[in-house]
Nanobody, 122 residues
Framework: QVQLVESGGGLVQAGGSLRLSCAAS????????MGWFRQAPGKEREFVAT????????YYADSVKGRFTISRVNAKNTVYLQMNSLKPEDTAVYYC???????????????WGQGTQVTVSS
């Protein structure tokens, strides 16, 4: 099994930047995808970005494209989400996720992180 530990959430001013980290406890199978989802108050959880652990392919939601960057350091089993030009509407709990691509794309990954709060003030 895989355990995901998130860090980096906090309060940031609109227009600012923040980087989230997600550390996986063990080896992830080569076919697994990792990514980020978020859930704003009163809203459903939504896709943010994914990255394929073996191939480095990335995929972003339109709402964050050009502002957010997902990356990885395989030697550390860690995935990052660099968030730039943050907007108040980015305020949400951000969740790390891992699983086969087929599970992640439907929002049903094998593993979820605990979530980390990101608050963007105006």
């Amino acid at each position: 099994q895989v355990q995901l530990v998130e860090s980096g959430g906090g309060l940031v001013q609109a227009g600012g930047s923040l980087r989230l980290s997600c550390a996986a406890s063990g080896r992830t199978v080569s076919s697994y995808t990792m990514g980020w989802f978020r859930q704003a108050p009163g809203k459903e959880r939504e896709f943010v970005a994914t990255i394929n652990w073996s191939g480095g392919t990335t995929y972003y939601a339109d709402s964050v494209k050009g502002r957010f960057t997902i990356s990885r350091v395989n030697a550390k089993n860690t995935v990052y989400l660099q968030m730039n030009s943050l907007k108040p509407e980015d305020t949400a709990v951000y969740y790390c996720a891992a699983g086969q691509a087929s599970t992640v794309v439907v929002g049903r990954p094998h593993y979820w992180g605990q979530g980390t709060q990101v608050t963007v003030s105006s």
